[in-house]
């Protein structure tokens, strides 16, 4: 019912930005929040930032408030992260993920029924 296309990653010096974008085909029920994950090689996969599709209401990764910023546009069905002072920590696959249900804590990536192929990021120091 939902297909997530993730763009904007690539290469970047530390301290740069970069933003993220994940355009939404919605079919059949509304999408009740979005989030963003990542995974690193040999690293489990993280919540980064939810955002509820309602009200645009975010959550973070305690690591990453400050540098980090999350947003939708609804009118578009497109979510954004805004990230800057990268870091070589935060070279990583970077997910899109979407979900139609409540519940469960956002960090966890099996509360969220449909995620996107992902877009990697890379930051050299």
């Known amino acids: 019912q939902v297909q997530l296309v993730e763009s904007g990653g690539g290469s970047v010096q530390a301290g740069g930005s970069l933003r993220l974008s994940c355009a939404a085909s919605i079919y059949g029920s509304v999408v009740t929040y979005m989030a963003w994950f990542r995974q690193a090689p040999g690293k489990v996969r993280e919540g980064v930032a939810v955002?509820?599709?309602?009200?645009?209401?975010?959550a973070y990764a305690d690591s990453l408030k400050g540098r980090f910023t999350i947003s939708r546009d609804n009118a578009e069905n497109t979510l954004y992260l805004q990230m800057n002072s990268l870091k070589p920590e935060d070279t990583a696959m970077y997910y899109c993920?979407?979900?139609?249900?409540?519940?469960?804590?956002?960090?966890?990536?099996?509360?969220?029924?449909?995620w996107g192929q992902g877009t990697q990021v890379t930051v050299s120091s």
């Open positions: 993920a979407a979900r139609q249900s409540y519940g469960g804590r956002w960090y966890s990536p099996q509360i969220y029924e449909y």
């Open positions: 955002i509820a599709i309602s009200d645009g209401s975010p």
